[in-house]
């Protein structure tokens, strides 16, 4: 998968050998686990130094840095030096998965037996001994074909982990007022490894005056605009306006990474912005999320991380969007395949406009009918509130997610599976209707309950597992996700609700 604005994993496979069984028990499994992952499509390359002793731990580190490896699946192929090997992941620096060889025929229990059942347990004890955040899957211990996909979803995990990792994000203003749920303590962020940037909204006012309007890359992305827009453009000359903007943000990004490699944004974009710039942001914010750069609304920092996560689980642009409406009866008919859930499970994500247009099912360029109201009164042709991308989101599945900094200053997160319908939301600005089952009571003990901000960031695919994994890996304990009637969430009163009405919309 090649990304924009993103790390390249390249994985390297370390085998591990105890020293009273045979090495090329070893070398041998190593071997059929390559050819696995070959024919499973995973790039890996196999370390030529199978690690039996602390010495050889560190010829393997020398080897996989020297081919360039940033992530590492250490293999038990047979029981495995608990030492030696953990000495490696400690010392890798990148994240690193554990697995393990299974016995392959009834014949090899005797000479061929390696053991690596029990081997994983003493890896394990030696991972928690030195305070390792190791990636182990649901069953570690495998053929290698069973071995080879689990391998090639730690790929993903080990990406968003690298990403988080080399991500600098700029913060542009404060929150606006009575946006305090979209509180960002830095503190959490310094932890997961993230750098930030803070910046005041007239930082962002001269950045945008230092570009040249005549600048020849204005009329080039003005042009790119109106392409991407095609008959959705409506202001065609408000582009020139919003070439000039994405210009000072992609320029400054370039020019302020500094340690990192990777950047995201996370921008005031009202009130005081549409009166000095004289647009609103959000059409510029979406083609930027296209880049795999999200630019979240509302100077929401922990929105940008999260989006930044599933555009890297997905491999596609992600969006910001507010748990936003309920879905009034009316507007889906009993027709409509929920995909496992109930009305009361049905609500509408929605923001201005900064959803990319590859997101959409259909969209043109439009005003912010809310702020216009505020702004600019109802009754006057619109101005300074041009420059949202507005329509219905893409149908299909969805997964939304947060990783957020809470109200204590303490990492939590939560992953909701579900599905975007095809259904109009018949309202403005870039909208949709969501079909999460188990989301009424998950809305109300998790969300409401833990107190998470009404901001939650869009993956358009199932990425759940590789969300969870990866925010696990992080050191993340506190990751919610919907329960099922037959589960209580902690402080749910069992006398006070009953799956049926849930199921009734009651």
């Known amino acids: 998968m090649s990304l924009t604005n993103a790390p390249a ?58 081919a360039g490896a940033n992530a590492a699946v250490i293999y038990l192929g047979n029981f495995g030096p608990e030492g030696p090997t953990t000495i490696f992941a400690q010392r890798f620096g990148g994240p690193v998965m554990f697995c393990a060889a299974a ?57 968003l982990v690298l990403g988080v990792q080399g991500l600098k994000i700029f913060g542009f203003g404060p929150r606006p007022q009575d946006f305090f749920a979209c509180n960002a303590p830095i503190k959490p962020l310094y932890d997961l490894g993230v750098e930030v940037m803070e910046n005041s909204e007239l930082d962002l ?127 889906v008919s009993d027709e409509v395949d929920l995909m496992g859930a109930a009305r009361a499970d049905l609500f509408m994500g929605f923001h201005c406009g900064n959803t990319p247009s590859c997101c959409m099912k259909n969209c043109s360029m439009k005003y912010q009918l809310i702020m216009h109201r505020l702004m600019e009164g109802p ?43 095809d259904v109009d939301p018949m309202s403005f600005g870039g909208i949709g209707v969501f079909a999460i089952p188990n989301f009424a009571r998950f809305y109300r003990h998790v969300l409401i309950g833990k107190r998470f901000p009404h901001h939650g960031a869009v993956a358009f695919d199932h990425v759940g597992q590789a969300l969870f994994d990866a925010v696990q890996m992080l050191g993340v304990s506190d990751i919610n996700v919907p329960l099922p009637c037959s589960m209580w969430y902690p402080g749910e009163n069992p006398f006070a609700i009953s799956c049926r009405t849930v199921a009734a919309g009651v």
């Open 379 to 421: 009754t006057a042709a619109p101005d300074i509130t041009r420059g949202t991308l507005e329509g219905q989101l893409k149908p299909g599945a969805t997964t939304f997610f947060r990783l957020q900094g809470n109200a204590e200053g303490r990492l939590v997160s939560y992953v909701a599976e579900g599905s975007i319908l």
């Open 9 to 66: 994993v390249k994985l390297a496979v370390v085998g591990v050998s105890r020293d009273c069984f045979p090495i090329e028990l070893t070398r041998k499994r190593l071997a059929k686990l390559m050819d696995a992952l070959q024919a499973q499509g995973v790039a890996a390359s196999a370390c030529p130094v199978v690690i039996e002793s602390e010495a050889d731990a560190l010829k393997a580190l020398d080897a996989v840095k020297a």
């Open 103 to 159: 016995e392959e025929t009834k014949t090899g229990l005797v000479d061929d037996r390696g053991d690596a059942y029990c081997g994983m347990l003493n890896a394990s004890y030696n991972i928690a001994l030195r305070n390792l955040r190791a990636y182990i899957p649901q069953m570690p211990v495998g053929l290698p074909e069973e071995l080879a996909p689990k391998v090639a979803h730690f790929v993903t995990v080990a990406r």
């Open 205 to 331: 006012w001269v950045l945008f005056n230092a570009v040249d309007p005549n600048d020849a890359a204005i009329a080039a992305i003005a042009a790119d605009m109106a392409k991407e827009l095609g008959a959705g453009n409506a202001y065609p000359d408000l582009l020139p306006k919003l070439a000039r903007f994405e210009l000072a943000l992609t320029r400054f990004a370039e020019a302020n990474l500094g340690s990192r490699q990777y950047a995201v944004f996370a921008d005031k974009c009202w009130p005081a912005f549409e009166k000095a710039f004289g647009f609103v942001p959000c059409y510029v914010n979406s083609r930027l999320s296209t880049r795999g750069m999200p630019v979240a609304c509302e100077v929401d920092l922990y929105g940008a991380l999260s989006e930044y996560l599933c555009y890297l689980a997905s491999g596609v642009p992600a969006t910001l969007l507010d748990i936003n409406n309920t879905v009034p009866n009316d507007l």
